[in-house]
């Protein structure tokens, strides 16, 4: 268990060290290598923990313990930080603020660590709050532009009522702890006092966690942060929250609505109609974005949908008693986290690479630079595909898993038509996606770049191979997770067989297996490029252009799809029937966020009537106020 | 996995898909009141364009060589997924149907990839529209196919065929609607072949060339006969042999191959005498095919 | 001669000085009010020391006689310079009604308080009175007065009075107490001495009236 707590000491550490440190250079360099080592322990940690299951109690009741569920999510913090924290090292040369980023960033990927260790509802919600708060501050890096201090007060802002709603509700079940007599804010104690509360309480409970949760995650109704947030933080840091922030929510979600609480149905049935939403909105608005970053944000949203669509299915299966399946709907869910949080962080680093060469994100100004960037591109595209769900990479195996239970849960009439609309956003997924990669990286070159630094490359390379590995070999993530559902209460022995084998690549009766025929993919495309390669290469010629002259004519990238959006108009809410060149955001936030937001104004104009600046005003009013009070206790005694 | 079977799948596929093409071209030479080109013209016409040499853009890169190849890899992993003649298909497997959806689909999207990979924006134009298409044609597979399998209480295509040979009933007819839109969607036939609008723009081909295009339009006319076997199949389960080895299973081939053709022979006819759509209209014209298929689900639930 | 005698003679030199600290319009003549004012708290200390017994309010004599007596005015004149702002404050009241309502404020805190607080009569008259004048009077030139110094004097004045209302309440309490009435005395007066420079640095005045121009 040493090895958990050696990652949070070197992370404090690190974070102090980079107060004093003058050169920007090294200062860069030793902070990230010092978040790779970190997270490389953090991956080392989770493997011992899930070997083991051990625990830990430090005073002032922090609890600390990694078993299944947290190893899951350990290791793939761990991943996914030492590639970010190897490709930073290049990355962060175009910034300059090198303490800033030295404390927030290692103080941010510290939260997150102890955010998926914690056993205890206080200390969650003190990282809880830490991490919200050291990721606002890496979101306001480049806190000179307009914009992105306005997309980080967004931010601030939608996920601190979140955690308003996280704390009530945390109280709540504190309060009726201590009406029964259970000691402590340790999940265990709050498990047994949600048994003892009464429904309508415990419903609102299960309310306000949703709500804080489904803020952090970026799903529907709640996640106008996110298009805004995702692309104003410099890449890596986009990179970090879409892929790891997003799902400590998950991690939040399955720990406290699984384990912690009773199982409801009706909780199940509120996160699939989130995740459908999410899907949905999720892939139509990524469709017409411009903006690079925009675009994988909304993808974002939408493979949040499909995650708590699996999850939901899980919750709502689970309620009825659909052990099993639930179960299997769960490792769906999380497997689907650990495969998006991999090719998700890949691609917000390639779109990084190209700012860093290029410093544009917009894809109408892009184009051509595959031919010069051939690595980047390369890597960029195994990250597309593999979002897009072809059959070879690890998006697909997930994906796949997910629309299997919800097309086979047919007592829940709602999941198998969530099946088929995510199948329909899958082809989105590819539409949008195609779009990314060729805006960016084919056509006519529109100017010279070099070829990103190799640091860069291999933080991308190292999550390009952990997508192939994991789509070849799914059975390498899915055996760590089938042993979550023995935290649930299932038998591990049946949800594996299930699981695996269907999935196994050398199994004893592995007939019908998906990794079979990924590899026989392989082998057919290989004898297929062999026979290829005994002919000469053709000869090289300009494009056709139909017989004119070929030009610099480019397809932008703002005319892709322009004609589903005139179809789905009434889908893209609040935009003007044809947009030709400025799309405009539809914008939840009007219907949703606004109406509060003008009333809270209207109610704190009305408080501020008696203040008009006068400090001796202020005085007068606190002195009346507090005679009536000692007059008020005076008069009672 | 039976091997002999799935070889016997893949022999008869890779054989029939341009012979089906060339049937078509000489029904719509028919039709159009000359002799037309022999069945076996589509043939001769990969054959010599394998025997030419490419003839490659400069601005492309890799994956435009390799993506040809790719897809034709997704396609012929398909044809092990679809029952051909038998009632159980070589590769079966819980949630097989759901793969058979996404390899098709993967074979598409790799074109498209590919073709983008080129550099041409003429490949730009038509990736776009055919993603669109492609867009609410997963739509409207994606409920027929959702339906078949809340029908039939299954995920694996022999079952689904096995149990809908039973009983025909009303969810699974108006299933097959949308399906039947889908195959002629994706066999690029005339009201909806928005992204190879030959005139227009010559669509997502217009830099392949030799061999690369010989495989690009192999893989697209296999895509073709798998669906089309497909539809057959979930409108027709019956006088299905058991296996290869039975004495059924010549007579189930021929059947197969009679249904082909006057499946082929249909869409042709409807193909010829219609004009091409606008790219707007045709997307419009898709929805209430997706209505209709999400339609089709509710209806298997009610257990219609 | 009788103690408490000395402490009720000595208490109502504190109101004249109280009066008087509000009154002058000179900010360094205040200030020296002020530390009269604070000379005779802490004889007022060390009388009850010697009435009750307690040795450390001979520590509570000594502190405030350094802190009040010497640091506070001595901050106070260190603002007068940094800010240049000599003697001049804009009050809200004139002279004459100004005086008015300290007296009535003065008049009825002694009626009312021998029936609010019938304790400490005993040992050390009407100190509880006149702590109660010296915070009315201090809250009065808060609420009636724009110069940002004279208000830091008015608090410290406040201060004094809820100081010596505690001392002779409260004569046994432990040292703590006495830390935190230094820290408080210190602290609070320097951030806000330094808050005042900054006001007269930022908007060339120190009426409390323009303080909303230090907003950002």
Same mark, same amino acid.
């Given at each position: 268990m040493v090895i958990a707590l050696i990652p949070c000491a070197l992370l404090v550490f690190g974070a102090l060290i980079s107060l004093f440190i003058r050169d920007k250079w090294i200062c860069n360099l030793l902070i990230n290598s010092i978040t790779a080592l970190s997270c490389f322990l953090i991956a080392a940690a989770g493997v011992e923990g899930f070997l083991t299951k051990a625990e830990i109690s430090l005073p002032l009741d922090l609890e600390m313990g990694i078993d299944p569920l947290s190893a899951v999510f350990c290791i793939v913090l761990g991943v996914i930080g030492f590639s970010i924290s190897i490709y930073s090292i290049k990355y962060m040369?175009?910034?300059?603020?090198m303490r800033y980023y030295g404390i927030c960033y290692t103080s941010f990927m510290l939260a997150m660590y102890l955010v998926i260790i914690v056993r205890n509802a206080f200390w969650f919600i003190l990282f809880w709050e830490m991490m919200t708060l050291s990721s606002y501050l890496l979101v306001v890096y480049e806190h000179e532009k307009e914009e992105v201090r306005r997309a980080g007060f967004k931010y601030f802002v939608m996920t601190h009522i979140g955690v308003a709603c996280i704390i009530t509700a945390v109280l709540l079940l504190y309060q009726q702890a201590n009406l029964a007599g259970i000691p402590g804010m340790s999940f265990s104690s709050l498990s047994s006092a949600s048994r003892l509360m009464p429904p309508y309480l415990l419903h609102i409970c299960y309310l306000l966690l949703l709500i804080g949760f489904l803020v952090k995650a970026g799903a529907v109704p709640l996640h106008s942060w996110l298009p805004d947030a995702y692309p104003a933080a410099p890449s890596n840091i986009s990179a970090l929250l879409s892929g790891f922030t997003a799902k400590t929510a998950v991690y939040a979600t399955i720990r406290m609505f699984f384990i912690v609480l009773p199982v409801d149905f009706w909780c199940g049935i509120l996160l699939i109609s989130s995740g459908l939403l999410s899907m949905f909105f999720g892939g139509i608005y990524a469709l017409r974005q411009v903006d690079s970053k925009r675009l994988l944000a909304y993808s974002s949203v939408e493979n949040m949908g499909y995650i708590l669509l699996g999850v939901g299915a899980g919750l709502s299966l689970f309620a009825s008693g659909k052990g099993v399946l639930g179960s299997i709907a769960i490792s769906a869910g999380i497997l689907h986290t650990v495969n998006h949080a991999l090719f998700k962080a890949l691609l917000f680093l390639s779109a990084g690479s190209v700012i860093y060469r290029t410093g544009r994100r917009n894809m109408d100004l892009l184009g051509g630079l595959g031919k010069q960037m051939g690595v980047t591109s390369l890597l960029a595209l195994i990250g597309s595909l593999s979002a897009s769900g072809v059959p070879v990479l690890n998006g697909f195996v997930s994906k796949w898993l997910i629309y299997s239970v919800t097309a086979s849960s047919w007592e829940i009439p709602i999941l198998p038509i969530c099946a088929a609309v995510a199948v329909m956003m899958s082809a989105i997924t590819g539409a949008f996606l195609l779009k990314y990669w060729s805006s960016i990286f084919t056509g006519r070159p529109v100017e010279e770049v070099k070829e990103c630094p190799k640091q860069m490359i291999t933080g991308e390379a190292i999550l390009a191979a952990s997508c192939i590995i994991l789509g070849i070999y799914p059975a390498l993530a899915l055996s760590p997770i089938a042993e979550i559902s023995g935290e649930l209460g299932i038998p591990i022995g049946v949800v594996k067989e299930q699981l695996l084998t269907g999935i196994f690549l050398i199994g004893p009766v592995a007939v019908s297996t998906i990794s079979l025929i990924t590899v026989f993919s392989f082998l057919s495309l290989f004898l297929l490029l062999t026979v290829a390669f005994l002919r000469p290469i053709g000869i090289r010629a300009e494009p056709w252009f139909c017989g004119a002259r070929p030009s610099d004519l480019r397809y932008q990238a703002s005319s892709y799809y322009r004609n589903i959006e005139e179809a789905m108009r009434a889908a893209y809410i609040g935009a003007p029937g044809i947009s030709l060149r400025i799309y405009k955001e539809p914008n939840t936030d009007r219907f949703l966020v606004s109406p509060f937001v003008r009333a809270f104004k209207r109610i704190s104009r009305a408080f501020l009537l008696p203040a008009m600046g006068y400090i001796q005003l202020y005085l007068a009013l606190m002195f009346l106020a507090l005679l009536l009070i000692v007059g008020v206790i005076a008069w009672i005694s | 996995m039976d091997l002999i079977e799935a070889l016997i799948n893949l022999a008869l596929v890779m054989l029939i898909a341009p012979i089906l093409d060339g049937f078509a071209r000489k029904v719509r030479a028919r039709i159009q009141c000359r002799i037309g080109p022999p069945i076996l013209q589509t043939w001769y016409d990969i054959i010599k364009l394998f025997k030419k040499r490419d003839i490659d853009p400069e601005v492309s890169g890799k994956l435009y060589s390799i993506s040809p190849y790719l897809s034709l890899a997704f396609s012929l992993i398909a044809v092990l997924i679809i029952p051909i003649g038998c009632r159980e298909p070589p590769l079966s497997f819980t949630g097989d149907v759901l793969l058979l959806i996404y390899l098709l689909a993967s074979s598409s999207l790799l074109m498209a990839f590919g073709s983008t990979a080129s550099g041409n924006p003429f490949s730009g134009i038509g990736a776009s529209r055919m993603l669109s298409m492609m867009i609410l044609g997963e739509g409207m597979l994606a409920g027929s196919i959702i339906t078949f399998s809340v029908f039939s209480g299954s995920l694996r295509i022999g079952s689904v065929i096995k149990i809908l040979s039973t009983s025909p009933h009303l969810a699974t007819t108006v299933a097959l609607i949308p399906l039947a839109v889908f195959v002629y969607l994706e066999s690029e036939r005339v009201p909806l072949d928005i992204h190879e609008a030959e005139p227009e723009i010559i669509g997502l081909l217009v830099e392949f060339s030799g061999r690369k295009l010989g495989l690009m339009k192999y893989s697209l006319m296999i895509r073709s006969t798998v669906l089309a076997t497909l539809l057959i199949y979930l409108a027709f389960p019956w006088w299905l042999a058991d296996s290869y080895t039975s004495p059924f299973y010549p007579i189930s081939i021929i059947l197969w191959l009679l249904l082909l053709f006057l499946l082929t022979f249909i869409f042709t006819v409807l193909d010829s005498s219609l004009a091409r759509y606008r790219i707007n209209n045709a997307i419009e014209s898709l929805v209430p095919f997706i209505c209709i298929s999400f339609l089709s689900i509710v209806l298997a639930f009610l257990g219609v | 001669m009788d103690l408490a005698f000395l402490f009720r003679f000595l208490s109502s030199i504190m109101v004249i000085t109280s009066v008087a600290i509000i009154e002058i319009r000179d900010l360094r003549r205040s200030s020296y009010a002020y530390m009269v004012q604070s000379a005779i708290l802490s004889a007022d200390f060390s009388l009850i020391a010697m009435m009750t017994?307690?040795?450390h309010m001979y520590l509570w004599t000594m502190s405030s006689l350094i802190t009040?007596? &010497? &640091?506070v005015p001595r901050a106070m004149i260190w603002a007068i310079e940094r800010t240049g702002e000599r003697s001049e404050i804009r009050p809200v009241l004139p002279l004459t009604a100004s005086f008015g309502l300290e007296g009535a404020i003065i008049i009825s805190l002694f009626l009312i308080s021998p029936s609010v607080f019938p304790l400490a009569e005993s040992r050390f008259p009407s100190s509880i009175p006149i702590s109660l004048v010296l915070f009315m009077i201090g809250i009065f030139g808060m609420l009636s007065r724009r110069c940002a110094l004279k208000q830091v004097l008015c608090l410290c004045h406040m201060e004094n009075g809820v100081h010596l209302f505690l001392a002779s309440l409260a004569y046994r309490s432990p040292i703590t107490v006495e830390i935190g009435i230094l820290t408080d005395a210190i602290a609070a007066i320097v951030i806000l001495l330094y808050m005042a420079i900054r006001l007269k640095h930022v908007a060339g005045t120190l009426d409390t009236f323009k303080l909303s121009l230090l907003r950002w």
């Amino acid at each position: 268990m040493v090895i958990a707590l050696i990652p949070c000491a070197l992370l404090v550490f690190g974070a102090l060290i980079s107060l004093f440190i003058r050169d920007k250079w090294i200062c860069n360099l030793l902070i990230n290598s010092i978040t790779a080592l970190s997270c490389f322990l953090i991956a080392a940690a989770g493997v011992e923990g899930f070997l083991t299951k051990a625990e830990i109690s430090l005073p002032l009741d922090l609890e600390m313990g990694i078993d299944p569920l947290s190893a899951v999510f350990c290791i793939v913090l761990g991943v996914i930080g030492f590639s970010i924290s190897i490709y930073s090292i290049k990355y962060m040369e175009i910034y300059d603020k090198m303490r800033y980023y030295g404390i927030c960033y290692t103080s941010f990927m510290l939260a997150m660590y102890l955010v998926i260790i914690v056993r205890n509802a206080f200390w969650f919600i003190l990282f809880w709050e830490m991490m919200t708060l050291s990721s606002y501050l890496l979101v306001v890096y480049e806190h000179e532009k307009e914009e992105v201090r306005r997309a980080g007060f967004k931010y601030f802002v939608m996920t601190h009522i979140g955690v308003a709603c996280i704390i009530t509700a945390v109280l709540l079940l504190y309060q009726q702890a201590n009406l029964a007599g259970i000691p402590g804010m340790s999940f265990s104690s709050l498990s047994s006092a949600s048994r003892l509360m009464p429904p309508y309480l415990l419903h609102i409970c299960y309310l306000l966690l949703l709500i804080g949760f489904l803020v952090k995650a970026g799903a529907v109704p709640l996640h106008s942060w996110l298009p805004d947030a995702y692309p104003a933080a410099p890449s890596n840091i986009s990179a970090l929250l879409s892929g790891f922030t997003a799902k400590t929510a998950v991690y939040a979600t399955i720990r406290m609505f699984f384990i912690v609480l009773p199982v409801d149905f009706w909780c199940g049935i509120l996160l699939i109609s989130s995740g459908l939403l999410s899907m949905f909105f999720g892939g139509i608005y990524a469709l017409r974005q411009v903006d690079s970053k925009r675009l994988l944000a909304y993808s974002s949203v939408e493979n949040m949908g499909y995650i708590l669509l699996g999850v939901g299915a899980g919750l709502s299966l689970f309620a009825s008693g659909k052990g099993v399946l639930g179960s299997i709907a769960i490792s769906a869910g999380i497997l689907h986290t650990v495969n998006h949080a991999l090719f998700k962080a890949l691609l917000f680093l390639s779109a990084g690479s190209v700012i860093y060469r290029t410093g544009r994100r917009n894809m109408d100004l892009l184009g051509g630079l595959g031919k010069q960037m051939g690595v980047t591109s390369l890597l960029a595209l195994i990250g597309s595909l593999s979002a897009s769900g072809v059959p070879v990479l690890n998006g697909f195996v997930s994906k796949w898993l997910i629309y299997s239970v919800t097309a086979s849960s047919w007592e829940i009439p709602i999941l198998p038509i969530c099946a088929a609309v995510a199948v329909m956003m899958s082809a989105i997924t590819g539409a949008f996606l195609l779009k990314y990669w060729s805006s960016i990286f084919t056509g006519r070159p529109v100017e010279e770049v070099k070829e990103c630094p190799k640091q860069m490359i291999t933080g991308e390379a190292i999550l390009a191979a952990s997508c192939i590995i994991l789509g070849i070999y799914p059975a390498l993530a899915l055996s760590p997770i089938a042993e979550i559902s023995g935290e649930l209460g299932i038998p591990i022995g049946v949800v594996k067989e299930q699981l695996l084998t269907g999935i196994f690549l050398i199994g004893p009766v592995a007939v019908s297996t998906i990794s079979l025929i990924t590899v026989f993919s392989f082998l057919s495309l290989f004898l297929l490029l062999t026979v290829a390669f005994l002919r000469p290469i053709g000869i090289r010629a300009e494009p056709w252009f139909c017989g004119a002259r070929p030009s610099d004519l480019r397809y932008q990238a703002s005319s892709y799809y322009r004609n589903i959006e005139e179809a789905m108009r009434a889908a893209y809410i609040g935009a003007p029937g044809i947009s030709l060149r400025i799309y405009k955001e539809p914008n939840t936030d009007r219907f949703l966020v606004s109406p509060f937001v003008r009333a809270f104004k209207r109610i704190s104009r009305a408080f501020l009537l008696p203040a008009m600046g006068y400090i001796q005003l202020y005085l007068a009013l606190m002195f009346l106020a507090l005679l009536l009070i000692v007059g008020v206790i005076a008069w009672i005694s | 996995m039976d091997l002999i079977e799935a070889l016997i799948n893949l022999a008869l596929v890779m054989l029939i898909a341009p012979i089906l093409d060339g049937f078509a071209r000489k029904v719509r030479a028919r039709i159009q009141c000359r002799i037309g080109p022999p069945i076996l013209q589509t043939w001769y016409d990969i054959i010599k364009l394998f025997k030419k040499r490419d003839i490659d853009p400069e601005v492309s890169g890799k994956l435009y060589s390799i993506s040809p190849y790719l897809s034709l890899a997704f396609s012929l992993i398909a044809v092990l997924i679809i029952p051909i003649g038998c009632r159980e298909p070589p590769l079966s497997f819980t949630g097989d149907v759901l793969l058979l959806i996404y390899l098709l689909a993967s074979s598409s999207l790799l074109m498209a990839f590919g073709s983008t990979a080129s550099g041409n924006p003429f490949s730009g134009i038509g990736a776009s529209r055919m993603l669109s298409m492609m867009i609410l044609g997963e739509g409207m597979l994606a409920g027929s196919i959702i339906t078949f399998s809340v029908f039939s209480g299954s995920l694996r295509i022999g079952s689904v065929i096995k149990i809908l040979s039973t009983s025909p009933h009303l969810a699974t007819t108006v299933a097959l609607i949308p399906l039947a839109v889908f195959v002629y969607l994706e066999s690029e036939r005339v009201p909806l072949d928005i992204h190879e609008a030959e005139p227009e723009i010559i669509g997502l081909l217009v830099e392949f060339s030799g061999r690369k295009l010989g495989l690009m339009k192999y893989s697209l006319m296999i895509r073709s006969t798998v669906l089309a076997t497909l539809l057959i199949y979930l409108a027709f389960p019956w006088w299905l042999a058991d296996s290869y080895t039975s004495p059924f299973y010549p007579i189930s081939i021929i059947l197969w191959l009679l249904l082909l053709f006057l499946l082929t022979f249909i869409f042709t006819v409807l193909d010829s005498s219609l004009a091409r759509y606008r790219i707007n209209n045709a997307i419009e014209s898709l929805v209430p095919f997706i209505c209709i298929s999400f339609l089709s689900i509710v209806l298997a639930f009610l257990g219609v | 001669m009788d103690l408490a005698f000395l402490f009720r003679f000595l208490s109502s030199i504190m109101v004249i000085t109280s009066v008087a600290i509000i009154e002058i319009r000179d900010l360094r003549r205040s200030s020296y009010a002020y530390m009269v004012q604070s000379a005779i708290l802490s004889a007022d200390f060390s009388l009850i020391a010697m009435m009750t017994g307690e040795w450390h309010m001979y520590l509570w004599t000594m502190s405030s006689l350094i802190t009040k007596v &010497l &640091l506070v005015p001595r901050a106070m004149i260190w603002a007068i310079e940094r800010t240049g702002e000599r003697s001049e404050i804009r009050p809200v009241l004139p002279l004459t009604a100004s005086f008015g309502l300290e007296g009535a404020i003065i008049i009825s805190l002694f009626l009312i308080s021998p029936s609010v607080f019938p304790l400490a009569e005993s040992r050390f008259p009407s100190s509880i009175p006149i702590s109660l004048v010296l915070f009315m009077i201090g809250i009065f030139g808060m609420l009636s007065r724009r110069c940002a110094l004279k208000q830091v004097l008015c608090l410290c004045h406040m201060e004094n009075g809820v100081h010596l209302f505690l001392a002779s309440l409260a004569y046994r309490s432990p040292i703590t107490v006495e830390i935190g009435i230094l820290t408080d005395a210190i602290a609070a007066i320097v951030i806000l001495l330094y808050m005042a420079i900054r006001l007269k640095h930022v908007a060339g005045t120190l009426d409390t009236f323009k303080l909303s121009l230090l907003r950002w």
